[in-house]
């Protein structure tokens, strides 16, 4: 249910608390005493509870004696009673019932569902049991069993761990930090994080997201979540656990290299969020990121009052893989009376640091930041300052924040300020927060809390980055490689044999090693025969579905130079399995000529299956030591090549791809081609569960791979569009890429728009009217710039859907559509435009017939739009469409346009 009657936990006007207790000690007393400040402007109701406690609301000892239901229950009773509770509450207009423990609790998990289907008919929202309670700091409502009271702020917290949360608001504490609110969401009987996500993104009063978890009920829904309200928002998640993590499948090299964190590394790279890995990290990334978010900083510069204290900064930046401005001649010149001359040192590191003199005044010190951030090379700034004999810290300070005001009345980009005044005391560092300049005891914290702004800012580019597009080329034969998987399925078959592994990677336009599957000795001979006729060696390879790892068991014969030799190699091969492996079932040899190029490179690729998120493709350095060396990197299907690239490059042997003095540059290219095919497969053919390429060999030009292997399954069948996937985030919905014919029989090419539409949009938007535009987006619109673009084009697919109409002759942008759902996935919000001149050509009606086409299919119930009244030709094709037309409550010059997409016949 996502974010619906989430209002009724975090901003209730009615609190009724349910007991009598069901545990022992002071924790009725405790939250009643916590929601004496909730209370004035608010009602708050006792049933069953007989504390003596200061409310002067109402008390009874039934729910029937209220005067009406409340929006918010805090159930303290007996569990097995909740189901039946739930739904007295539901019937009368309750929302949300939290259920506090005052700490660890777990209830059997047939009560558990009782209470989901009993909920489900009202649409209720639960969280717990085993939570500590909520808080919303800005309203006084604090129903929260912590040690300490969050005070107010702009920071959403919700955290698994009880632990973690007292932790966490002890440390908030001390350096004065609020909240928006706070969620202890112990057993996720319902409401999940995806969900809270969901909600916070939308909520005015926060600013960032801090998220504890172990695990995801709901991944698909988590990243979808996260992936939007990262975009606006930063969202830092630490996960604990990995010590506890089961590994990966066992099943192939790729189930064994994907183990559960590393998968979860991948899932929040891809979303976008911030990761942390313990305590102290975190507190120090919502130090930074709550007091600032920049657009960019990959440039750092470093300003100290001491060389030695530069370089400690320096060293951990280069550490954690910064990247340093140089510092132009006019910056250089300007500190140049405040500033030690730099050594001769052609390093960027160098370049980038100011050492100040120990006699730089105050006001010299405010002047030297402001001057290193207005140089247009640097995109942020540390500065290090340790006490002197004639400065002290009190004036440091001072001259940080009156630099820190000065810059933010510069105008242009927002530039990155952390400081690190070393052995300042607790006021110094207040006056520094005060000033919102994120600040530190030590060189290597403010180091690394640069760094989190640097990461912030490349995760919210990497979301919006245009991918390039694959080669027109690239058509896969779809069919051919299904009825392979399907015959193989259809006999029972969990893996597939050498020969159909091959087919299908060619049906993909991966290149692989010809490969011959035979029986026995002396047909492994006769295959090999023809290969001779070209190549001078061949390899033998046994082929067991119970051994599948066959350099592990002496399962490879290299270097065979004749038939003869391959049927004595096969023979051996089956006689020392027969031997060695007795229980195993033997399919046969295979055999495949023998790739002789010294300049090639054994890769990896990979796809596995992971519990939570489905299949996950795995990269990397190949050969037989693939899972000694672990040189990998993962991502999530589906890919584009920016993600492919990206891919190859988070592994140690990407930098060998380049070549060297001595070696040619093999081809990159084709590597990130081979991955976004192989993610095509994970979408095209849902049965695929895990696959092997291993090795594959990178050349000069292109690649080839010479074994491989897949495993096979019957994929779970679920309802809506996306029927048999198995993958975590919506694919591109090819299948709704078809051909609309309008007026005097022109037909249009249709087709959801994709990342790389953006340059198609700008010309697109050149060719609309200035009036036009204005009708569109309300205002008058002259910049198409990449982030205005960018959110028109890349879209998650598992929310929102945009139709591009192609002229299929000239390829030209001819109109758009688009819907976009909220979170609940009820209610969608439409847009429609056309080129100026199409217009009566019967285009937007056709573009309008399709989006409640695919609203229905989607399970979208309601289509709303907003349309400026004066636009009436838009008002007059919605009424003819079916849609209501009425008054916005916000605007009354905007008209509010609603059909419900339920009532549609499916053939309409």
């Not at 995760?459 to 058509?475: D, E, G, Q």
């Amino acid at each position: 249910m996502t974010i619906r009657n989430l209002e009724g936990f975090f901003s209730p006007t009615s609190i009724t608390v349910l007991g009598p207790s069901r545990h022992a000690g002071p924790v009725t007393d405790r939250l009643l005493e916590c929601l004496q400040s909730f209370e004035p402007g608010h009602a708050v109701s006792l049933v069953g509870i007989e504390a003596d406690v200061p409310l002067a609301g109402p008390r009874c000892t039934s729910l029937d004696d209220l005067p009406q239901m409340p929006d918010l229950a805090i159930y303290l009773g007996r569990a097995e009673v909740l189901p039946k509770t739930i739904e007295k509450l539901g019937s009368g207009g309750t929302r949300a019932i939290l259920i506090p423990s005052p700490g660890y609790e777990t209830w059997p998990e047939d009560l558990m569902q009782a209470c989901r289907e009993a909920a489900r008919k009202f649409n209720l929202r639960l969280i717990g049991p085993g939570t500590l309670g909520i808080a919303v700091p800005s309203s006084g409502l604090n129903a929260l069993l912590s040690a300490e009271t969050p005070s107010r702020g702009d920071i959403a917290f919700f955290s698994r761990s009880s632990a973690v949360l007292n932790a966490t608001l002890s440390w908030a504490k001390t350096h004065n930090t609020g909240f928006s609110s706070v969620v202890s969401l112990g057993a996720r009987i319902d409401v999940d994080l995806g969900d809270l996500i969901d909600y916070f993104a939308q909520d005015y009063r926060t600013r960032s997201i801090v998220l504890h978890l172990e695990g995801i009920a709901f991944p698909q829904k988590f990243i979808s979540a996260a992936r939007a309200a990262a975009r606006s928002k930063p969202v830092i998640v630490i996960r604990s656990g990995k010590s506890l993590d089961t590994g990966g499948s066992g099943r192939s090299h790729a189930g064994r290299l994907a183990t559960t964190d590393l998968v979860y590394e991948t899932v929040f790279r891809r979303t976008g969020l911030l990761r942390v890995f313990d305590l102290d990290e975190m507190f120090e990334a919502l130090e930074t990121l709550s007091h600032i978010r920049v657009p960019r900083c990959n440039e750092i510069a470093v300003i100290a009052n001491g060389r030695s204290l530069a370089s400690l900064a320096v060293d951990r930046l280069q550490d954690l893989g910064a990247q340093f401005a140089k510092l132009g001649e006019e910056t250089r010149e300007k500190l140049e009376p405040v500033s030690r001359t730099v050594q001769d040192n052609d390093t960027r590191a160098a370049a980038s640091s100011v050492i100040l003199t120990e006699s730089a005044t105050p006001d010299q010190i405010s002047s030297a930041i402001t001057t290193v951030l207005k140089d247009p090379s640097v995109d942020g700034a540390v500065v290090l300052q340790a006490a002197s004999a004639f400065t002290p810290l009190k004036s440091i300070a001072k001259a940080v924040t009156d630099a820190s005001a000065a810059d933010r009345k510069r105008t242009g980009r927002k530039k990155a300020l952390v400081a690190a005044l070393i052995g300042s005391d607790s006021a110094i560092r207040a006056e520094l927060t005060a000033a919102k300049i994120p600040n530190y005891a030590s060189p290597a914290e403010a180091a690394r809390s640069l760094m989190h702004l640097a990461h912030d800012a490349q995760a919210r580019a990497f979301l919006m980055a245009v991918p390039p597009s694959l080669p027109t080329s690239f058509s896969p034969d779809v069919a051919r490689a299904r009825a392979i998987v399907e015959t193989a399925l259809a006999q029972h078959r969990s893996w597939l044999d050498p020969e159909d592994v091959c087919e299908v990677l060619k049906a993909y336009q991966l290149p692989i090693m010809e490969t011959r599957m035979a029986a026995t000795a002396d047909q492994a001979a006769e295959l090999s025969a023809g290969f001779f006729e070209t190549y001078r060696h061949c390899v033998a390879k046994l082929v067991s579905p119970d051994l599948p790892f066959k350099s592990r068991i002496d399962g490879v014969r290299l270097g065979l130079d004749h038939p003869e030799a391959v049927r004595a190699a096969a023979q051996e091969l089956i006689e020392n399995t027969k031997r060695d492996y007795p229980g195993a079932a033997i399919a046969g040899i295979s055999v495949h000529p023998m790739l002789e190029d010294r300049h090639g490179m054994e890769l990896y690729l990979g796809l596995a299956e992971t519990r939570e998120f489905g299949p996950v493709l795995v990269f990397g350095h190949g050969g037989t030591s693939i899972e000694e060396s672990r040189d990998i990197a993962l991502e999530l299907p589906p890919l584009d090549l920016k993600l492919a690239e990206a891919q190859i490059g988070r592994t140690r042997i990407a930098k060998l791809l380049a070549g060297g003095p001595s070696r040619p540059a093999l081809d990159r290219d084709a590597l990130a081609q081979a991955l976004v095919k192989l993610s095509q497969i994970t979408i095209d053919i849902p049965e695929i569960l895990e696959l092997d390429i291993n090795p594959i060999v990178a050349l000069p030009s292109g690649l080839i791979g010479l074994d491989a292997r897949m495993t096979l399954c019957h994929p779970e069948k679920r309802p809506g569009r996306t029927g048999a996937s198995r993958l975590a985030i919506a694919p591109y919905p090819q299948e709704w890429e078809q051909t609309l014919t309008i007026k005097e029989g022109r037909e249009i090419f249709v087709r959801p728009v994709r990342p790389e539409d953006e340059e198609l949009f700008r010309t697109f938007f050149e060719a609309v009217s200035t009036e036009d535009l204005r009708l569109r987006f309300f205002a008058p619109v002259r910049d198409f710039s990449h982030r205005f673009l960018s959110r028109l084009t890349q879209l998650d697919y598992a929310r929102a859907i945009a139709f591009a109409a192609i002229d299929p002759e000239t390829n030209d942008l001819l109109g758009v559509v688009r819907l976009h759902a909220d979170p609940d996935h009820q209610t969608g919000e439409y847009a429609v435009m056309v080129r100026s001149d199409l217009k009566g050509a019967g285009l937007g009606w056709a573009l309008m017939k399709l989006i409640i086409r695919y609203a229905k299919v989607d399970g979208i119930q309601t289509i709303k739009g907003e349309v400026l009244k004066e636009n009436t030709s838009m008002i007059s094709m919605c009424q003819a469409l079916g849609f209501t037309v009425g008054t916005s409550p916000d605007d009354p010059g905007i008209a509010l346009v609603t059909l419900t997409v339920g009532d549609i016949p499916a053939d309409a």
